[in-house]
């Protein structure tokens, strides 16, 4: 049993380490150049992308901001899953929103201008606080702008101006004041069936997801309930099969949906240590049409990105529950190389691992992490 992953990402590198005990072998194709390679070794083979799509069983991918043209070769295999539909649809905000206003799904007050001089009727509608962001290829925060009041109104125009708006439109967002991020992280198989993690509370900085904590603290049935039913709208008007993360923001007792993500998630890390089955090999579950494994939680987790440095030293695996997941990638400012997963048997105890942990990490990687030991003490 064999599977494609579009993209050789860590996300390739974890659904290929989860799918080796079950007996699949995960290969994963370089988008920028269409060689394939071993997710895990980055080892090159010299097989062409189309033998490749011949001999695999199922093809997916880790990520959605997948060139065109590839996408169409591997829709046209009709191995692909989840779909061409549910990835295009979250590669691009325009497509994702509207599918959200069709199917009455609460999500941010928003408009789409594929013009400049549309920002002002936008900034009329929606408020001087704003996030703009690019229809298409934005991740981790970029591709996007802020605007605290009108005075940055003339600046903002020039930088966007420079873009092309008819061929990637913006969709222009108003600022919320939301209480907190939570995501749901959920699977569904080819024949329907569907099982999902607990919510997880997302701390970001500057546009990018620095902790996750699994399961939320204070989530009530309702909650849980609004969460998997928007869930439920969205996995069925895709025929969606495989993991599926849908981001949230909550106001008061409401959810609105942020934005959906079509493949494994950073937001569902925690689950390779604190679930029974992690996304990963659930993924690979769904898409090879096998059947789903337990979504049961076994931990309190805390999920900590390492972000854009090179190496440090490993003493932290000492405290009990600590488990490093290190990339093996190049660093970069801002780049993604690892993460931790804390696990511990209740919030108080992950509070007492997460101050440990930070004896040992230098702070500056984490600027949430004692705020959160001290809120879950
Ligand atoms: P990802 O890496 O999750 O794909 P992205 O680049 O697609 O990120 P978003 O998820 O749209 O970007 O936004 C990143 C973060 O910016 C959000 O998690 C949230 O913290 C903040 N943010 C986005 N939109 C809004 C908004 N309308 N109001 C307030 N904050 C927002
Ligand atoms: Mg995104
Ligand atoms: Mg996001």
């Known amino acids: ?49 189309d033998k490749i799509l011949q001999e695999v069983d199922a093809v997916t991918a880790e990520f959605e901001h997948i060139p065109e ?13 989840p779909s061409a539909e549910a990835i295009l649809t979250g590669a691009d905000r325009v497509r994702e929103k509207t599918l959200l206003e069709k199917l009455k799904i609460a999500n941010c007050p928003f408009d ?41 109104l003339t600046t903002l125009k020039q930088t966007l101006s420079k873009l092309d708006l008819n061929k990637v439109p913006l969709v222009v967002e108003k600022m919320l004041n939301f209480e907190r991020e939570l995501s749901l992280v959920a699977v569904r198989s080819s024949e329907g069936q569907l099982a999902y993690y607990p919510l997880a509370e997302n701390l970001h900085h500057q546009g990018q997801l620095h902790v996750s904590i699994a399961p939320a603290t204070n989530v009530d049935e309702a909650l849980n309930q609004q969460a998997q039913q928007i869930f439920n709208k969205l996995a069925e008007s895709l025929d969606y099969v495989g993991v599926l993360a849908v981001e949230f923001f909550q106001l008061g007792d409401t959810l609105l949906v942020n934005e959906i993500a079509p493949r494994v998630h950073n937001s569902g890390h925690w689950t390779m240590q604190g679930a029974d089955t992690c996304q990963f090999e659930n993924h690979i579950r769904a898409v090879r049409g096998l059947p789903l494994g337990s979504t049961k939680v076994t931990s309190h987790t805390a999920m900590i990105n390492i972000i854009g440095c090179s190496s440090f030293n490993r003493d932290m695996l000492s405290i009990p529950g600590c488990h490093l997941h290190w990339y093996g990638k190049n660093p970069r400012k801002k780049r993604k190389m690892g ?13 007492k691992s997460i101050d440990r942990l930070s004896e040992y990490v230098p702070l500056e990687f984490f600027p949430m992490l004692t705020d959160e030991a001290a809120r879950l003490a």
């Open 69 to 81: 043209d590839l996408l169409a070769t591997v829709h046209a295999s009709g191995k692909l899953k």
């Open 112 to 152: 789409i201008i594929t013009n400049i001089e549309q920002l002002d009727a936008a900034v009329e509608k929606l408020g001087e606080q704003l996030i703009i962001k690019a229809s298409r290829d934005g991740y981790d925060g970029y591709g996007q702008w802020r605007m605290q009041n009108k005075s940055e």
């Open 339 to 351: 993460h931790f997963n804390l696990c511990a048997d209740s919030y108080a105890e992950l509070s």
């Open 1 to 49: 049993m064999s599977i494609l992953v579009l993209g050789s990402g860590q996300l390739a590198r974890m659904m290929s380490l989860a799918a080796a005990p079950i007996g699949v072998e995960v290969q994963a194709v370089d988008v920028s150049n269409h060689k394939i390679v071993d997710p895990v070794t980055k080892l090159a083979s010299n097989h062409s992308l």
